[in-house]
C-alpha cells in the first residue's frame, strides 16, 4: 500500500473528534459549522479534540448538505480596467475578507468586473448560480447600482453592500462615517488657520465619495468659514483628473490656501501640480485626502488623509454572511465604522 493511501485512511473523522471530546457528533457538527447554543466549554473541547487530531471537515458533504458552497464572493471594480489604475483598496478589502473566512473555515472568491460593461448583471448572475457561494461581498461603486443589486437579488444570494451612499433599503450594509469625517477634516484645516479651503469632487457614480462632499459643506458651515463655488472642482477620482483640477485652482487669481481632495489619488495630482508649478506644499498650500492608500505614505511630503476601514468593513461583511448561513430570516441591518484621521507632513499653517 502506498504511503498515500496509508495517510488517507489514517484521517481523523467526525467520529474520533466526538470520541476525544466525549460529545456527541452532531455538538462537533454545530462547532464546526459556528453555530449557536453550544456552552463556551464543550466548544473549547471540541475545539482542542479537533486541533489534537488535525482534523478536516469534509468540505464537499457540508457543501452538499447546505446547498451552498463554504464560500464568499467579494465582488468589486476591476481597477485594471482604468488608466491609472489603483489597486490599494482592492488589497485591503480582500485582506479584511479573507481573516473572516479563514476564521469560519471559509474560502473567498474574488470576482473584478467592469461597470461599464451593460451586461455585468446578467454575468454575476451565472457565477453565483453556478458557484452558489455562501454570500456575497459587494464594494462601491456597485453596491449602489440598482441594476447590479437587483442582478445578485435574483439570484438568490444573500449579500452585504459595502458602502452604498445611502442607508436603510432590504439589504444589510456596512459603511463609514465619510460625511462625518469629511466635516472634521475641513475643520482641522480651518484650525489651522485656512479660510479659503477648495475641494475636489470624486466621480459621481460613488455615492458615498459624494458623502464626503456634503462633509466639507458641513465643516465649512462648523467652522464659521463661507462657501465659495469657485474653490469647488469636479474630479473623476483619478491621479491625472486631481493634478488638472489642482493646476487650475493654483492658478487661480486668489488661490486656496488648502485643498481637500475626495481621494487619495487625485490629492497625489494635487501635489504633483504644486510642485510643477513652485508651490512648496505645505508651506505655501496644504493638500489632504481620503482613503489612505499605500501612496500616501510615499508622498513626499507624506500625505494628510482619512483613513477608510476598508479591512474592517468588509471583514464585518463576510462575517455577518457566514454567522446568518443558519439563519432562516432575511438579512436585514446597517452599521458604522468609523474612519479616522491621519494627520502627516502635506498640512500645516496657513503661510504667514
Do not use: W
Amino acid at each position: 500500500m502506498q504511503q498515500d493511501e496509508r495517510n488517507l485512511m489514517q484521517r481523523a473523522t467526525i467520529n474520533d473528534v466526538a470520541g476525544l471530546a466525549g460529545v456527541s457528533i452532531k455538538t462537533v457538527s454545530r462547532v464546526v459549522n459556528r453555530e449557536p447554543n453550544v456552552r463556551d466549554a464543550t466548544r473549547a473541547k471540541v475545539v482542542r479534540a479537533i486541533a489534537e487530531l488535525n482534523y478536516h471537515p469534509n468540505l464537499s458533504a457540508r457543501n452538499l448538505a447546505s446547498q451552498r458552497a463554504r464560500l464568499i464572493a467579494l465582488i468589486y471594480d476591476d481597477p485594471a480596467c482604468y488608466e491609472n489604475a489603483s489597486f490599494g483598496y482592492v488589497i485591503r478589502m480582500q485582506t479584511g475578507a479573507l481573516s473572516a473566512c479563514r476564521t469560519a473555515d471559509y474560502r473567498l472568491v474574488i470576482y473584478p468586473c467592469d461597470i461599464r460593461r451593460t451586461t455585468v448583471g446578467a454575468e454575476l448572475k451565472e457565477m453565483l448560480e453556478h458557484a452558489r457561494p455562501q454570500g456575497v461581498v459587494l464594494a462601491a461603486p456597485l453596491s449602489n447600482m440598482p441594476h447590479v443589486v437587483r442582478a445578485i437579488i435574483s439570484s438568490g444570494t444573500p449579500m452585504v453592500r459595502l458602502s452604498p451612499g445611502t442607508q436603510g433599503g432590504k439589504q444589510y450594509t456596512v459603511a463609514t462615517n465619510d460625511r462625518e469625517i469629511s466635516a472634521e477634516m475641513t475643520r482641522y484645516l480651518a484650525s489651522l488657520g485656512h479660510r479659503k479651503i477648495a475641494f475636489i469632487k470624486g466621480h459621481p457614480s460613488h455615492r458615498a465619495v459624494a458623502n464626503r462632499y456634503f462633509g466639507y459643506l458641513d465643516g465649512l458651515k462648523q467652522g464659521g468659514l463661507e462657501f465659495a463655488e469657485r474653490l469647488v472642482e469636479n474630479g473623476d477620482n483619478s491621479f491625472a483628473s486631481g493634478e488638472t483640477v489642482g493646476e487650475r485652482l493654483i492658478k487661480l487669481e486668489d488661490p486656496p490656501t488648502a485643498i481637500f481632495a475626495a481621494n487619495d489619488d487625485m490629492a497625489a495630482g494635487v501635489i504633483r501640480a504644486a510642485k510643477l508649478l513652485g508651490v512648496d506644499v505645505p508651506g505655501q498650500l496644504s493638500v489632504a485626502g481620503c482613503d489612505d492608500i499605500s501612496l500616501a505614505c510615499q508622498l513626499c511630503p507624506t500625505l494628510t488623509t482619512i483613513r477608510q476601514p476598508l479591512s474592517s468593513m468588509a471583514e464585518r461583511a463576510a462575517l455577518v454572511l457566514i454567522d446568518n448561513a443558519q439563519e432562516e430570516s432575511p438579512l436585514q441591518g446597517a452599521e458604522i465604522i468609523p474612519a479616522t484621521i491621519e494627520i502627516r507632513e502635506s498640512t500645516g499653517p496657513v503661510p504667514g
